[in-house]
């Protein structure tokens, strides 16, 4: 079953998604996905939220942006160690002609040698990860008129950002 779910998903990678873009509120979207997150929540993780009430109109494919963040925040809860009180941010900006999304996280973040690797197919971190959720995202917010990168500390935090070009 395993195999059979990373050949899948690798499938979908291969894939070149036609993306169904349309003109989207990113605040809306990015909150109610952050909200069934943080219902998740226990005493040793905590959300935290910080996106503009003003709204953010993308032109973009609403479901591969939510499988994107639900993908970007999946990851950020995944990094900390299960001993470490975990904290996952959500953050949301809106700059002239930009939309940025910053997910971070106070895991184990990523060593400076795996830093050119992260958005690379079959590279992950976790032993139970295929490596491909990443570069779908990658690819996906590249189809979109967007970017993704990163910036992270040893041992503290890991700080996934994306803008859409508006």
């Keep these: 079953d395993n195999l059979s779910s990373i050949a899948g998903t690798f499938g979908e990678f291969a894939y ?3 993306p169904n873009n349309e003109e989207l509120n ?3 979207i990015l909150k109610g996905i952050y909200e069934l997150f943080e219902k998740t929540g226990n005493n ?4 935290e939220e910080h996106i503009t009430s003003e709204p953010a ?4 494919d609403k479901s591969h942006l939510i499988r994107i963040i639900n993908n970007l925040i999946k990851n950020a809860v995944q990094a900390i160690p299960n001993e470490k009180k975990g904290i996952v941010k959500v953050k949301m900006s809106k700059l002239e002609n930009e939309v940025i999304i910053e997910i971070s996280d106070n895991g184990q973040g990523i060593e400076d040698t795996k830093k050119d690797k992260i958005f690379m197919p079959n590279f992950t971190t976790k032993s139970g990860g295929s490596g491909l959720g990443l570069p779908i995202c990658k690819k996906l917010i590249e189809s979109m008129n967007g970017d993704i990168y990163f910036y992270s500390e040893i041992n503290n935090l ?3 950002r994306v803008d859409w070009h508006r």
């Design 44 to 47: 040793n993780l905590r959300f």
């Design 26 to 28: 990113l605040n809306a």
């Design 16 to 18: 070149e998604p036609k």
């Design 158 to 160: 890991l700080v996934m």
């Design 57 to 60: 109109i993308v032109y973009a």
